[in-house]
């Protein structure tokens, strides 16, 4: 009797590979999802904390009194450049004669990070502080979340 080779897969087997590859979906995208926040985030602080010293420059040698402003003009005095980048849909922030500040970004992303705020705040005695709007899950560990 003559045997005949298999030749491709049987059924069962193309199941079970895609049955793998599915799980493997399910648990990677939610994943991958919260990276990619976890970067917006990130990149949203990187992009407010340069602002820090120019304002504790400002706050060292002369007490100086800023309203909350968006305007680029103000932006420019902190070295933000533009009222609008790809990582937050707005700035703003405030300066008082005692030594407090705060500088805020309005984030953008996805729907985790998007709308949400993060924000560093100076105290009088010189201490900065951060938090954020955006959940616990993506905030980063200097920066703890709602």
């Not at 420019?76 to 533009?82: E, F, P």
């Not at 729907?111 to 100076?122: E, G, M, Y």
């Amino acid at each position: 009797m003559k045997h005949s080779m298999q030749k491709g897969f049987t059924l069962i087997e193309l199941m079970i590979v895609v049955a793998i590859i599915g799980i493997l979906a399910a648990v990677a995208l939610p994943a991958y999802q919260d990276y990619t926040a976890k970067a917006q985030v990130a990149g949203a602080l990187s992009e407010i904390s340069g602002a820090k010293v120019n304002i504790e420059e400002m706050q060292t040698n002369v007490a100086v009194v800023q309203a909350a402003t968006s305007a680029v003009a103000d932006l420019n005095k902190i070295g933000i450049q533009t009222a609008a980048t790809n990582r937050c849909a707005s700035y703003s922030w405030v300066s008082a004669a005692d030594g407090s500040a705060s500088i805020m970004c309005t984030m953008i992303g996805g729907s985790d990070v998007n709308t949400k705020t993060i924000t560093w705040t100076r105290a009088a005695t010189g201490a900065w502080t951060c938090a954020t709007t955006a959940p616990n899950k993506i905030a980063p560990k200097t920066c703890p979340g709602v």
